[in-house]
């Protein structure tokens, strides 16, 4: 039986890491990151992806960086928008399934409920309309697609999480007042393993069971390693500075779930098995 061939694109990242490690146990994985390809250049990405062949393209390469994406307009179209469309129109002249790694920004602000995969889009930032022009981009050119809107992925080499617990001796100020689901990237990449072996194609909302304020997710995991730290919210003056974030932009996975038949356990649970790893890793 011939061993299907994965292209990942944006290997170099967090998410596209640790999709390559986990994918590679299963398939013919060729990673791809920034020094491999330029996906802003049209041509380049045509002929990288038919020399390749492969059997399935997942794009996780991008700009997160909402702050980032804010200060620098033209840089993050170009990337997040632009680079999608030449992927998705070298994955439909081959007629190759994509996976697109999106993200729950695209929704904007929800009141009191979970975004649903049909509700209509607004986001509030660029680094949201960007990822949603992309999202669109795909809709329009390809047949086979999945797109995948997830939120504050944990897991990983580059992971939010060790970079809070690096800084446990020094204060901590965020923007406290937003509710967010989370998503292990474990769980994540079980979920692209089902679309692979599947033709449900389409756009699923994928996090982890529970929602919480930012402010608390940071405490908790301070209290995961026996530190018990304030987390400050940032002045106001601060802010002005920031990108608009959405507040409470929470996802609703029932769709996921049928499609798949995958329930995805809370992320309070798969905190404590992650730090549980960081800090045996430590000793």
């Known amino acids: 039986m011939r061993i299907l061939k994965i292209l990942i694109l944006g290997s170099s990242g967090n998410i596209g890491g ?4 986990s994918l590679n146990k299963y398939y013919e994985v060729i990673e791809t990151g920034r020094k491999d390809i330029d996906i802003t250049n049209k041509n380049e990405v045509i002929d990288f992806i038919s020399n390749n062949s492969p059997d399935f393209v997942i794009d996780s390469a991008g700009i997160a960086d909402v702050d980032f994406c804010e200060k620098n307009e033209d840089i993050s179209y170009s990337i997040n928008t632009l680079g999608t469309m030449n992927v998705a129109i070298a994955c439909s002249k081959k007629n190759i399934p994509l996976i697109y790694i999106s993200s729950a920004q695209v929704y904007g602000s929800s009141e009191n409920s979970s975004h649903f995969e049909q509700d209509i889009c607004d986001p509030v930032n660029i680094f949201g309309k960007s990822k949603l022009a992309g999202e669109n981009l795909i809709r329009t050119l390809c047949k086979k697609y999945y797109i995948i809107r997830t939120s504050w ?3 990983g080499e580059k992971c939010f999480v060790k970079k809070i617990i690096d ?13 967010v689901n989370l998503t292990y990237l474990g769980d994540l990449a079980k979920v692209v393993l089902s679309m692979i072996n599947s033709e449900s194609y389409g756009i699923y909302n994928c996090t982890n069971k529970g929602s919480e304020l930012k402010s608390n997710i940071v405490k908790y995991i301070f209290s995961q390693i026996g530190c018990s730290k304030e987390v400050f919210p940032l002045p106001a003056s601060t802010l002005k500075a920031l990108a608009p974030r959405p507040k409470d932009c929470l996802l609703n996975t029932d769709l996921m779930e049928s ?9 309070k649970d798969r905190m404590i098995e992650y730090i549980d790893t960081i800090m045996s890793l430590q000793k």
Do not use: H, Q, R, Y
Request: hydrophobic share 50%; aromatic share 18%; net charge positive.
């Open 18 to 21: 640790f999709l390559t490690k």
């Open 153 to 155: 992925c944990f897991g």
């Open 259 to 267: 499609s798949f038949n995958i329930e995805l356990p809370s992320w």
């Open 167 to 179: 800084k446990k001796n020094i204060p901590i100020f965020m923007v406290a007042d937003m509710k």
